[in-house]
C-alpha cells in the first residue's frame, strides 16, 4: 500500500504484529517488528492524515444514503483505538519479581562471622559500624534484644589478630544494633569509643572486610504495642541504643498509643548521640514522644538540665509510678 503523497505505508499485518510485540516487552513470542515503539508514533499519525484528508476531499463511494461523516468517524475511532492500545502498552510494567521472605541471619547458640561492610563517623568518638548479613536474610530481632560480639573471629587474619585477656579468652561484649530488625542484609551498631576499654578501641582499629563474631539475640523486655499508657525511660550516652530500638519499632506500629518519655544524660551537647533522629521522631510525634537531654556542663546557649539525674529531675520529667507505667533504665 502506498500513499502518493508521503512515505509507504506498513501493511496492516506489519501494524497489528507491532502493536502486539513491542522490542521493549522481553516475554513477547514475536520477534521485534521495525515499526515497533518509536515507529508506532509515525503508523498513527501517517493513518490519521491519511483519513482526515480522504474524508475531507470526497465522498466515499458505496451505497446510497452514506455519509462521508459515517467514514469520518469510523477513520477516527480506529486511529483512537490503536493509539490507546499502542500507549497502554508502554505504560504497563513488566511483572515484578515475587518477593523472597526474610529469614534471620543470626544465630543465637553460635558464634557466627559477619564481613565490616562500612565505617561511619558519627561524632568524636562515636561512629557507625554497619556488617553485611547474607542474601535475604535480616536481623530479625525481637524488640528489645541485644547481640554479643567476640573480638576472635573464626577466621584468622593477620591484619586483625584476635584480642584475647589475661586467661587467652577472647572479650565478649553485649551491643544493640540501631537497624530496623528487618532491614535485609545488613545489622549497623552505633559503637562509642572509650579509650581506656578494652573491646571498643579494637572495633574502632577495625577495617572493611575484617570479620568478628556475633552471637545472638538476647531477648530482654518484650516490647508490647498498649501494654503501657506511659514509659519513662533513663540512659546515658551509648546505653541510648536499646531506648533507640525501642522507641523506633514502637512508633512503627499504627495502632500504638503509647507514650514515651525519654531522660538522656550526656557530658556535653557535643556527646549527644541520634539527637538528630530523636527530635526528628519528638516533632513527627508530640503525642506520643518528649526527649529531654541533660548534660553535665551546658555552654552559656544550654537551656535544658545540667548535672547528673537526680530524684528530683526524674520526678519533674518521668511518670509518676503507677500500673499503667514502666520505667526502663540503662
Known amino acids: 500500500m502506498t500513499d502518493l503523497q508521503g512515505p509507504p505505508i506498513p501493511d496492516s499485518r506489519e501494524i497489528a504484529r507491532s502493536t502486539v510485540a513491542e522490542p521493549s516487552n522481553p516475554f513477547s513470542p514475536f520477534p521485534p517488528s521495525p515499526y515497533a515503539s518509536n515507529n508506532m508514533a509515525f503508523v498513527f499519525r501517517r493513518a490519521a492524515t491519511t483519513n482526515f484528508r480522504r474524508y475531507s476531499t470526497a465522498a466515499p463511494s458505496g451505497a446510497p444514503g452514506t455519509s462521508s461523516k459515517t467514514g469520518l468517524y469510523i477513520g477516527v475511532t480506529s486511529v483512537l483505538g490503536l493509539a490507546a492500545a499502542y500507549y497502554y502498552m508502554q505504560d504497563t510494567p513488566a511483572p515484578a ?78 551491643y544493640t544494633p540501631i537497624s530496623p530488625s528487618d532491614h535485609p542484609e545488613e545489622i549497623t551498631f552505633l559503637i562509642k569509643k572509650y579509650e581506656t576499654g578494652k573491646v571498643t578501641p579494637y572495633l574502632h582499629a577495625m577495617k572493611p572486610g575484617q570479620t568478628v563474631g556475633i552471637k545472638g539475640p538476647f531477648p530482654k523486655t ?44 550526656n557530658v556535653s551537647e557535643a556527646d549527644i548521640l541520634m539527637r538528630e533522629t530523636l527530635d526528628a521522631w519528638a516533632q513527627n510525634h508530640p503525642d506520643r514522644l518528649k526527649v529531654v537531654y541533660a548534660v553535665d556542663k551546658g555552654s552559656d546557649k544550654w537551656s535544658g538540665p545540667t548535672g547528673y539525674v537526680t530524684k528530683e529531675m526524674i520526678q519533674k520529667y518521668l511518670p509518676a509510678p503507677s500500673d499503667k507505667v514502666q520505667i526502663l533504665v540503662c
Open 222 to 265: 518484650p516490647y508490647k504495642e498498649n501494654q503501657y499508657e506511659h514509659i519513662g525511660m533513663i540512659a546515658g550516652g551509648s546505653g541510648v541504643t536499646p531506648m533507640y530500638q525501642v522507641i523506633q519499632h514502637a512508633l512503627s506500629l499504627p495502632n500504638d498509643k503509647t507514650k514515651i518519655t525519654f531522660l538522656f544524660s
Open 97 to 174: 519479581a515475587p518477593k523472597v521472605p526474610l529469614t534471620s541471619a543470626l544465630d543465637k547458640d553460635n558464634f557466627i562471622d559477619l564481613k565490616l561492610k562500612k565505617i561511619e563517623p558519627y561524632n568524636h568518638n562515636t561512629a557507625k559500624f554497619t556488617f553485611e548479613l547474607p542474601p535475604n536474610t535480616a536481623s530479625l530481632l525481637p524488640v528489645a534484644a541485644c547481640v554479643v560480639i567476640k573480638t576472635a573471629p573464626a577466621k584468622e587474619d593477620p591484619e586483625h589478630p584476635p584480642l584475647l585477656d589475661a586467661k587467652g579468652k577472647p572479650y565478649v561484649r553485649p
